[in-house]
């Protein structure tokens, strides 16, 4: 790709996070910058900067196929991070996770448990950017990504993790064990709680995993309300 297309890639990442603000280095503190805290989509200042760092990433074959990087989408300060496996394409083409079907129903089980992608949770992948055909995220991409994730983790701090199917929970644990094995026990990845559940595009093939998922999710807003 040439230089011109990847400062239009770059631009084009930039107006779906941001809007029409661009968003550079400054000295100023988030708090002095009234624009840019209108404007900033919930990301916190250090959460751009270090979106803006990683967006244009080469560092595996995947930046060669994806349409946007996508970073994760929600309130910079949530208690709660859900990480899903990678995008898809329609994630691929808008930059955000979980916009497509299994985002939809993502959105209502949080409305469930009265929360939303923009309060008090923050939405991302274990891969930032889609692989052909949505295969399973091979482990050399993995290598590549997750310290991204967890520098996001970092910043966010949440207090608990939940991840969202298998490939998500496997590749976080770094253990090949089944889905309903992982949903038994709260893990602990790089000293956040970590719960594991089904991923919405399971729930939308098979409905009979639905009540298991629901407990899931009534055990996460118990767990971040006590
Ligand atoms: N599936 C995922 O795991 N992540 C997305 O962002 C979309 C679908």
Not at 13 to 33: R, V
Not at 40 to 60: G, K, T
Not at 197 to 222: C, I, M, S
């Amino acid at each position: 790709m040439n230089e011109k297309s990847e400062i239009q890639k770059f631009l084009k990442q930039q107006k779906t996070l941001f809007g029409n603000e661009l968003f550079f280095k400054s000295t100023n503190t988030i708090n002095e910058d009234k624009t840019l805290l209108s404007n900033r989509r919930h990301l916190s200042s250090d959460l751009i900067q270090f979106c803006n760092s990683i967006c244009l990433c080469q560092e595996c074959p995947l930046a060669s196929t994806r349409n946007n990087f996508v970073f994760g989408v929600g309130d910079p300060n949530a208690d709660l991070m859900l990480i899903g496996e990678a995008p898809g394409e329609k994630e691929d083409q808008k930059g955000e996770p979980f916009v497509g079907k299994s985002g939809k129903l993502l959105d209502k089980i949080l409305r469930a448990i009265n929360k939303s992608r923009n309060e008090g949770v923050y939405i991302a992948n274990v891969l930032k950017c889609r692989p052909p055909d949505n295969r399973d995220p091979l482990a050399s991409e993995v290598d590549k990504c997750e310290p991204y994730l967890l520098r996001q983790i970092k910043l966010i701090k949440p207090k608990l993790i939940v991840s969202l199917g298998r490939v998500s929970g496997k590749t976080l644990l770094k253990t090949d064990i089944p889905l309903k094995e992982m949903r038994s026990t709260l893990h602990d990845y790089h000293g956040i709680p970590l719960k594991v559940t089904y991923h919405p595009a399971a729930l939308l093939r098979n409905p009979n995993f639905k009540k298991d998922a629901w407990e899931d999710f009534q055990w996460v807003r118990d767990y971040l309300t006590r």
